[in-house]
């Protein structure tokens, strides 16, 4: 999976793409170039607005309850559907961009085919898009006619209305990067005419085989295609072919988008975006250098720790290899580590901290399987705790072998690290003391967390400037959220099919009938979860698989929450497997080195975590642990 965005300071070069030349800002300021300059700028400040209120409403709800024993009216139903339009602004921006995310196979396409292959996918994307901006016009036309009611007398349909917008924005947007040549984008607009020809003949398609659209599809996202564009394509023929209206799908993407904790996935994203746009890595670099760095492979283990850290806030995204990559690798060749053991390192703890509470997978996970999310992040401590310090021993193996450098202790600079980094140490207590006391909601503990990195590194540490800075961070941030909420959006309807096609319970009756061993089932999971961790990104995996694999927990008589920690750690170590493992990619992109140099050095560390993996699945206590000691063991 490809996905390029990168805070200010660490960002690599790289050469213009024809997705950024022709859809970006223009160049000139006159004519067509100034009304698309002023169309970007009001995005921008869309997205911040929209932002600054998801953050601000909870906020005011959980002091408003706390202090005066009763909510603002309407404050979380407008951050419910707030979540709606900053996923649908963010996929148009990220579209602008040219950051949809997209599988790694993509860049395999031989250099001679790669504008047609761009063609194609471009085409393929807006003929998806438009039958389904009809789609979701469908459904605000009904609403309209219900005459349902956010609150305070805003209908429901002003909240739908960013669907139809945002699909047919996407649309446009891919037929625009689809080439600088008007002449091919002309042959990907075509897209656009079979788009509408499928919302207005749906009936062709029932009763029909789905095999080659669905072939047409995974070929276009092998070729680069954006992932949404394929669950969502797919999701749309499946519909049709069996004569549910194509407005089954945005009905899907609405139902989550409007879920109570679902808003807790941008605001914990922005909250990583902050903190990675200040100098809070290298505060925290110094914290931990100054504890462990006399040991040997001291520098080994505190970049394991501060990519744990960063990853909790981020997700799996990749923000933490391109923000905090240079920085680390610099420190790890500075204590004379090799570049391969480097590269291995930086590589594998770019998504350590997934388990770790309030990493966004815990969240998103809790959502779709329905369980506890507070279970969630109690049993993901220990397996978390687990996974960094099987590679903080590898580290320190390191250091022992090739005599790394180490930081003799000095308890004065450690000191004097710890007061410098006291606000950013602070933030998980405050979040989870939040949680776990019973003050807030997860939500609520999100825009909090969000309000406390905004506070500290504007007015306390002076790193983000009000104006630029925070717009710059906004931007960042929505365009990575809106490239995953538009995958989970589309991921929802593809999910309904399958439980509406009962294929959960075929697959159950398939396993019955062939494995009877509890130990044998979890062996095939976890490599069915290895190959699903490869291929897709975790957020829709996460819609699309945890439904399916859920009964089959409950056949075999797996606890709900270990089952969620297993899919997890299968999932973070999909980011590190060859050949199109998200990691490698973002690796070799942000340290400019081969991929097969990133493969070599990965190995190590795949195999170290594939071991810990194993653990966190035959041990069950190490997940249930925690939640028998704090009497939360029910299953």
Not at 189 to 196: E, I, N, R
Not at 244 to 265: D, H, N
Not at 295 to 322: E, K, N, R
Not at 370 to 382: A, P
Request: hydrophobic content about 55%; overall charge neutral.
């Amino acid at each position: 999976m490809n996905e390029e965005t990168a805070p200010r300071g660490e960002e690599p070069p790289a050469a213009p793409s024809p997705a950024t030349e022709s859809t970006g800002a223009p160049q000139d300021e006159s004519g067509p170039g100034r009304v698309l300059a002023r169309l970007h700028r009001g995005e921008d400040v869309v997205a911040l607005v929209v932002l600054a209120a998801m953050v601000a409403l909870p906020l005011a709800e959980a002091v408003a309850r706390t202090f005066f024993s009763r909510g603002v009216p309407g404050a979380i139903p407008f951050v419910q559907h707030l979540t709606l339009w900053i996923g649908f602004l963010g996929a148009a921006l990220a579209a602008r961009e040219g950051r949809l995310l997209s599988l790694a196979t993509g860049n395999f396409v031989p250099a001679g085919l790669k504008r047609w292959s761009d063609v194609l996918t471009a085409a393929v994307g807006a003929a998806v898009c438009v039958a389904l901006a009809f789609a979701s016009w469908e459904l605000v036309a009904i609403e309209r006619e219900g005459g349902l009611e956010i609150a305070l007398g805003v209908p429901v349909w002003i909240g739908q209305i960013v669907m139809p917008i945002g699909f047919a924005l996407l649309a446009i947007r891919l037929v625009l990067a689809a080439d600088r040549s008007w002449r091919l984008r002309a042959l990907a607009a075509t897209g656009l005419v079979v788009g509408w020809l499928i919302a207005q003949h749906p009936l062709f398609f029932e009763g029909r085989s789905v095999v080659p659209g669905l072939l047409v599809l995974l070929l276009a996202t092998v070729l680069g295609g954006p992932i949404f564009v394929a669950i969502g394509g797919a999701a749309l023929l499946l519909f049709l072919a069996d004569g549910i209206p194509a407005a089954a799908i945005p009905v899907e993407t609405y139902r989550l988008s409007v879920s109570p904790t679902l808003a807790a996935i941008p605001l914990f994203t922005l909250t990583g975006f902050v903190l990675a746009e200040g100098r809070a890595s290298q505060r925290l670099l110094d914290v931990f250098r100054g504890l462990v760095g006399w040991i040997p492979g001291g520098t080994a283990v505190v970049c394991a720790v501060v990519c744990a850290f960063f990853t909790v806030f981020t997700g799996g995204s990749g923000v933490t290899i391109l923000a905090l990559g240079g920085l680390l690798f610099q420190a790890l060749q500075e204590d004379r580590y090799r570049d391969r053991f480097s590269l291995g390192l930086l590589t594998a703890s770019g998504s350590l901290g997934l388990l770790l509470p309030p990493a966004l997978p815990l969240i998103l996970y809790g959502i779709v399987a329905e369980i506890s999310i507070e279970d969630l992040f109690v049993g993901g401590i220990l397996p978390g705790l687990l996974l960094v310090l099987l590679i903080a021993l590898w580290g320190l193996r390191e250091g022992l072998v090739n005599r790394a450098r180490r930081t003799p202790f000095d308890g004065r600079t450690a000191v004097v690290a710890i007061w410098r980094a006291k606000w950013e140490l602070a933030l998980p207590v405050v979040i989870l003391v939040a949680i776990f006391g019973g003050y807030t909601t997860v939500v609520e503990a999100s825009a909090l967390a969000a309000a406390y990195v905004l506070f500290t590194q504007i007015f306390v540490h002076r790193e983000i400037g009000i104006g630029r800075d925070l717009a710059r961070v906004a931007g960042q941030c929505t365009v990575l959220v809106g490239g995953v909420l538009i995958i989970l959006g589309v991921a929802m309807g593809l999910t309904s099919w399958l439980v509406d096609a009962q294929v959960a319970q075929r697959i159950l009756e398939l396993v019955r009938e062939n494995i009877s061993s509890k130990l044998v089932f979890l062996l095939c999971l976890n490599l069915f979860l290895l190959v699903v961790g490869c291929l897709m990104d975790i957020f829709s995996a996460t819609i699309v698989v945890v439904p399916l694999i859920v009964p089959l927990g409950a056949a075999f008589d797996i606890h709900p929450v270990h089952l969620g920690i297993i899919f997890i750690a299968n999932l973070e170590l999909g980011y590190l497997t060859p050949p199109v493992g998200l990691n490698l990619f973002l690796a070799s992109y942000r340290f400019e080195r081969p991929l097969l140099e990133i493969y070599r050095a990965a190995v190590p560390m795949l195999v170290i975590l594939g071991l810990g993996v194993l653990l966190i699945t035959y041990v069950p206590w190490l997940t249930l642990g925690l939640l028998e000691l704090f009497g939360r063991g029910g299953g």
